[in-house]
Structures are given as structure tokens and as C-alpha cells.
């Protein structure tokens, strides 16, 4: 079964092809994120509008890429939410107007339980994942992005139950804000962890253990990182070096404060997964969206399995597959096929998990 993905939640412009919910025939993204850039962070409108010009171009590339006709295609999944209304509305129309044109039903698709289905997806020009190689039932997902954390057990595909989520800042929100207090650039989750590998140890008495790990021993799976972020702009407040991330001194600051950020945020994320994984007596673990790239959650995650001879096994897609692509849609849509027919699609902006 060949499905078309489309995604446009936020500020990417993204197509693929997908067979039988594993195999990767062609992954084609294109990013508003050097305008962002200018900015410091998104702005709904510009997004909106580059999709217009790129969301043709980006479906063409990607079905003569997969070296398929569009009536070998079987359906068309496209992400209906959550995300920002302008950027949905421009995948939904195009989604629409194809499924009438071509003839084809349409998978509406959420994207956050759409970001899990990356465990399922092989990176292209691989070998297909076989059953034996997928993740097993029950499973913890940890989606974490920029506007959204969220811990779900899946105790099947389409059964999925919400265990605790962000009450304020998200954690890719928290490390947008934090760069932002230090003077890094956006996007802020990459420009941390870069600024992180640069610290010196000479000065790591400084800041050790100065952050606060929020929620991190609270009898839920719920997570907060306002109160992280307000720790480090008061820090920032205190001491301006911080924010100087040119030279001197204060780039030996900036390098340590991001480490100590980059710490603090992934050492809440990984106990409390760990912790569900271990309530539920799972069989996998699954982590998903673009904070899923970050290096130092991956290697957590990961050192946890090898030290404690854990029953359940850890899933990370390879980074390219962790911030927004269409290949996860139309892995998502090829185990969870709901067709519907293209008027009775429509766009919510806040739709949650499950």
C-alpha cells in the first residue's frame, strides 16, 4: 500500500511517500526556518505564505522521486492538527483538491501521535523495518517538540492513552526562551546544545547543580520548565556576562549556562519516562519529535538500557526523522487507516495527543 503525506503544521513545507507504513520511497521537506531566523522565532503568517509557494513544487518533487504514478497511489494522509491555522489550512486545501482531482480517500492525521510513527519508518535507501525489528505493545511514547511534551501509553495502534503533559512551557519552548536569554540564535534547541559541547571545565563549579530540575520527583508524569526558564533569565539578570556570546568570558559562561540548561531539561524528560516505562511494565520505550535530535537525550535514554539490563527496548529515530517531515504522517496513517471522504476533512488547530 503507497500513501502520500503532506504536512504543514507549522513552518515546513513537506511531502513523502510511504509503502506499507515502513518503507521510505521519498521524503522531501522544505523550511521557512533561515526567515524565522530573522526574527527570533515564527511568525505565522510568513510560514503561511511560503507554503503557498513551496506546497506544488514540494508533492511534484516528491512523487517523481518515488518513481510512482499517482494512480498506483492509495490514499492521502495530511495532517489536520494541532498546529498553526494558516499553515494547516494550506496542506488540508491541497490534501482536498488532489483527493478530488486524483479520486483518492483521504487519512486525516494528528501530528503529535503522527511524530511516534517515526520508530516505525526505516531511513531511506534502507531495508524496510520487519515486525520483529518494530516496537512491541505496550509502549511509552515521550513526544517532545517545541510547543508540545507529552508521556502516552500506546497499548496498540489507535489506543492510546495520555499519562501527563507540559502545564506551561514545553521543552522545546524552554530551550527557544533559554537561547534567547543568552543571546544564541534561533532556532534555540540546536544553538544550546552546540554552545553545550563548547564548555570548559574549568569553570563548571559555577553552575553545577544551580538549575532546578522542576517537577522531576512529583508523583506524576506531568512536566513544567516555566520556572527552569525563569531561573536562567534571573541568572542572566544577575550576571549580563552570561548574555555575551561573542568573546571573553562570557562565551565561556554562555557555553557552561547552556550545558547546565541542556542537563537540567533532559534529566527531567528521562526520569519521568523511565519512570512510566517501569509503573507500566512496558515493552518499548518510543521517542519522538524534533527535541527527540538533541544528542545528550538520545545518549541518556540510551546508557539507561545498557546499565540497567532493562526488560523493555529504547526506539530514537535517526534525527532527520524527528523534526517535521511527511514520512511520519503516512507511516501513522498507514496503521491507523481512517479514509474519509475530502468534504469532510476539517482543521483543528488544537487538537491534542489523544
Not at 51 to 57: A, E, G, N, R, T
Request: hydrophobic share 40%; net charge positive; with cysteine.
Amino acid at each position: 500500500m503507497i500513501i502520500l503525506g503532506i504536512e504543514t503544521s507549522c513552518d515546513e513545507t513537506a511531502a513523502a511517500l510511504v509503502e506499507d507504513g515502513t518503507k521510505i520511497l521519498s521524503n522531501v521537506v522544505a523550511s521557512s526556518v533561515e526567515l524565522h531566523k530573522k526574527t527570533g522565532g515564527i511568525i505565522p503568517e510568513i510560514a503561511a505564505r511560503e507554503q503557498l509557494k513551496c506546497i506544488v513544487p514540494v508533492i511534484q518533487q516528491a512523487v517523481q522521486s518515488a518513481k510512482c504514478k499517482v494512480q498506483n497511489l492509495d490514499a492521502i494522509a495530511v495532517t489536520n492538527g494541532p498546529g498553526l491555522i494558516g499553515s494547516l489550512l494550506v496542506g488540508v486545501e491541497t490534501a482536498k483538491a488532489l483527493a478530488y482531482a486524483w479520486n483518492k480517500p483521504i487519512i486525516p492525521i494528528n501530528h503529535l501521535q503522527a511524530h511516534l510513527y517515526a520508530n516505525w519508518l526505516a531511513p531511506q535507501n534502507q531495508s524496510p523495518i520487519t515486525n520483529h525489528q518494530s516496537p512491541e505493545f505496550p509502549a511509552i511514547g515521550l513526544v517532545v517538540s517545541g510547543g508540545h511534551t507529552d508521556l502516552v501509553l500506546m497499548k496498540g495502534h489507535n489506543n492510546l492513552k495520555w499519562l501527563g503533559g507540559t502545564r506551561d512551557d514545553a521543552a522545546g519552548e524552554c530551550f527557544d526562551k533559554t537561547a534567547r536569554a543568552l543571546g544564541l540564535k534561533y532556532p534555540g534547541g540546536p544553538e544550546i546544545a552546540l554552545a553545550a559541547e563548547q564548555r570548559t571545565k574549568n569553570i563548571e563549579h559555577r553552575l553545577k547543580n544551580k538549575l532546578p530540575r522542576p517537577m522531576i520527583n512529583d508523583d506524576n508524569f506531568d512536566f513544567s520548565f516555566s520556572g527552569l526558564k525563569t531561573a536562567v533569565i534571573n541568572l542572566v539578570k544577575k550576571q549580563p556576562s552570561f548574555a555575551k556570546a561573542s568573546k571573553g568570558r562570557g562565551e565561556i559562561n554562555v557555553a557552561q549556562m547552556a550545558h547546565e540548561i541542556q542537563e537540567a531539561i533532559t534529566d527531567v524528560l528521562v526520569t519521568k519516562t523511565i519512570r512510566a516505562a517501569q509503573k507500566h511494565q512496558v515493552k518499548s520505550i518510543l521517542l519522538a519529535g524534533g527535541v527527540a535530535a538533541n544528542s545528550r537525550l538520545r545518549e541518556k535514554l540510551s546508557n539507561h538500557l545498557i546499565i540497567k539490563s532493562s526488560n523493555y527496548q529504547i526506539f530514537i529515530p535517526p534525527p532527520a526523522l524527528c523534526t517535521d517531515n511527511a514520512a511520519y504522517i503516512t507511516a501513522c496513517a498507514y496503521f491507523n487507516q481512517k479514509f474519509v471522504s475530502w468534504e469532510k476533512i476539517k482543521v483543528e488547530p488544537g487538537l491534542r495527543i489523544c
